[in-house]
């Protein structure tokens, strides 16, 4: 008899953008002639970026000659890419990263998911509460204890240290679905804990390109003490148009340490490496090569338009929804407003009610979890003309 992991059966069934699919699908049906407008979505819409492109032609025909050709790469990254993304993402910002230290993946949200891999099964993880669902899930998954943060506007969207001891942190900022920050001083109270605690902190900067705001870090590793308590998710996704084409990474540092039951010091660094090399053959040569390009001059300069863009429509998010009352949330250094529905409308209230009355879908906060309840994600995925658009149509409901 096959047996199951029963964690499986724990998971909720996750009905969130199916639910907003179907809703809309049926709207659209029924009103033919109306234009709906989609800030709900959490994916990018402008194209991968020309320097990229550039960049993955020129390999596509290398690996079509003898001489160019590549098979299997190294499991945890070329050697070009590791080192692109050592000058530019930490060196330039004053951190020192070791070669062996990044390991180049297929997404952010598979390596968050496969860390739990090398962690035992009996480690209290802490969660925030609203949350990207990927950290919750995985850990349902292998069976963990979840403590749950929550995040409101009661404490400013900055989680509290856990009452009880917890041994593994997830930390994302800026925040998903949020979009809020947290800055030096607060990210060291996390660090320090988790040095008093021998926890590790997770640390998802899927969204570290859109800070534009001084004293919010770029990296955890800007603050001192996290190469002994943090790993480190970034992600190409959101910042060069690659939610399609897949390239991310991750830092473990040498010197963090996880304990055996008897409390041994084991290598965090060398267990992810002997996982890397036993289930991933690594990103394509050709995708790397992408990659890469977002580090030259060119591309530095292509993501910045691109980054700016998405920042400008959250702006406009924002500033529109404010003008007619609404509390905002995030939209400064992230894609993402968060904002407060009215007292008298559920999450799910409110987007049905935006549906019908705007024709703008957004995503319903209750659906990050409980804590998001009360609350409405909008981003800043879309051309600015449908962001402008959407944006005039919720102020005509809301104009007093
Ligand atoms: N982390 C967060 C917080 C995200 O919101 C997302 C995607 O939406 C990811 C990770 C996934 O990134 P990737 O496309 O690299 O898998």
Excluded at 38 to 65: N, Q, S, Y
Excluded at 171 to 186: I, S
Excluded at 221 to 238: H, L, N, Q, R, W
Aim: with cysteine; charged share 30%.
């Amino acid at each position: 008899m096959s047996q199951i992991n029963e964690n499986f059966l724990k998971l909720q069934d996750s009905y969130l953008f199916s639910t907003i699919a179907k809703k809309v699908e049926k709207y659209i049906e029924e009103n033919p002639d109306k234009k709906v407008i989609k800030l709900g979505i959490g994916d990018v819409t402008r194209p991968i970026i020309p320097a990229c492109v550039e960049a993955m032609h020129k390999a596509v025909d290398e690996m079509g000659t003898k001489e160019g050709f590549k098979g299997y790469g190294p499991e945890q990254g070329y050697e070009f890419l590791r080192k692109a993304i050592i000058e530019n993402d930490y060196k330039l910002r004053g951190i020192d990263i070791e070669k062996d230290e990044v390991f180049v993946s297929d997404g952010a949200k598979c390596d968050c998911g496969n860390i739990v891999d090398i962690f035992g099964p009996d480690n209290k993880v802490a969660i925030t509460d609203p949350v990207y669902p990927v950290y919750l899930d995985t850990n349902i998954m292998s069976g963990r204890k979840i403590i749950y943060l929550p995040v409101t506007k009661e404490n400013n969207f900055i989680p509290e240290l856990p009452k009880e001891k917890v041994d593994i942190i997830y930390l994302c900022f800026p925040n998903n679905p949020t979009g809020t920050v947290l800055t030096k001083e607060e990210i060291k109270k996390w660090i320090d804990y988790a040095k008093k605690n021998k926890s590790i902190i997770m640390y998802d900067a899927a969204y570290e390109s859109f800070i534009r705001e001084k004293n919010i870090p770029h990296s955890i590793y800007e603050i001192e003490g996290a190469k002994d308590v943090a790993i480190e998710f970034k992600s190409f996704s959101k910042v060069a148009g690659f939610t399609g084409l897949r390239c991310a990474y991750v830092i473990v540092p040498k010197k963090l340490k996880g304990y055996t039951k008897e409390g041994k010091q084991i290598s965090i660094n060398k267990l992810w490496n002997r996982r890397t090399s036993t289930k991933f053959n690594g990103v394509s040569y050709i995708v790397q090569r992408g990659a890469e390009a977002i580090y030259t001059k060119e591309g530095k300069k292509q993501i910045k338009e691109n980054i700016e863009y998405y920042l400008e429509n959250a702006k406009i998010i924002k500033k529109g929804l404010e003008e007619v009352g609404f509390t905002c949330y995030g939209g400064v250094n992230s894609p993402y407003v968060w904002l407060k529905v009215p007292n008298e409308f559920t999450s799910w209230e409110f987007f049905d009610k935006l549906l019908e009355e705007a024709n703008v879908v957004g995503t319903p906060g209750s659906g990050f979890g409980k804590s998001g309840e009360g609350y409405f994600r909008l981003t800043a995925f879309n051309t600015k003309e449908n962001t402008i658009g959407a944006i005039e149509k919720i102020k005509k409901i809301y104009k007093k």
